[in-house]
């Protein structure tokens, strides 16, 4: 995996991660903490998104062989499902496959939210797990594997340290600053995504090569 590789799978997985994007939530949801609380929950959060992604990209290929679906299939589906929350994104707006209003209500009640929701399924929801195992899939040796965990482990810690700074940083950017940020990587989530179905297609449909 040369560094141009590297580049554009940092970029998928940053931009469907959104750390950026969970800020508001994320300030929310701990309104009332004190910010020792704010860093604790910080902290689980990043572990938890991590430990999930990293398990996705090593056990979800063994995943689709066991429902025996394709990867043609599983990139289309995956893809349509990363523009719905392209889109969404473009609109400075979470998708609702990423994080429903109900669940929001439920997570004020919840002793502790740093697994549920804000690392499933707001940070490694349905569409980060699928960007993950796409990645994974095209890797072809041990190396390249790794440096998708390490990947996956330089996301965790972004997320860890933008939610430790989500007070200053939401204060500093503001509603327009953030949603400028979520549509620029919304913007890059959508290239992605295309890619992704284009590429499925093309296996699906060979004659399309």
Not at 48 to 62: D, E, K, Q, R, W
Not at 181 to 194: D, H, K
Request: net charge positive; glycine share 8%.
């Amino acid at each position: 995996m040369n560094s141009a590789e590297i580049l554009k799978t940092f970029s998928g997985i940053i931009s469907i991660v959104n750390p950026i994007g969970a800020i508001p939530i994320f300030i929310g949801l701990t309104s009332e903490w004190t910010q020792k609380q704010r860093n604790h929950t910080a902290k689980v959060t990043a572990l938890a998104t991590t430990i999930i992604l990293l398990i996705s990209a090593f056990s979800g290929t063994y995943v689709l062989k066991f429902f025996g679906i394709s990867l043609s299939s599983f990139q289309v589906g995956g893809g349509v499902l990363l523009l719905l929350i392209a889109i969404s994104m473009l609109h400075a707006r979470l998708s609702h496959a990423r994080h429903t209003p109900q669940e929001a209500q439920e997570a004020e009640d919840m002793e502790s939210i740093g697994v549920v929701p804000l690392a499933m399924p707001i940070l490694a929801g349905p569409g980060s797990i699928s960007t993950v195992i796409l990645y994974a899939h095209y890797s072809h040796n041990l190396h390249e594997k790794l440096a998708i965990a390490a990947i996956i482990v330089v996301v965790g810690l972004i997320v860890w340290l933008t939610l430790k700074m989500a007070v200053p940083i939401g204060t500093r950017l503001g509603a327009t600053g953030i949603n400028i940020a979520v549509r620029i990587l919304g913007l890059i989530l959508a290239a992605i995504s295309v890619e992704f179905m284009a590429a499925g297609l093309r296996g699906l449909f060979p004659v399309l090569r």
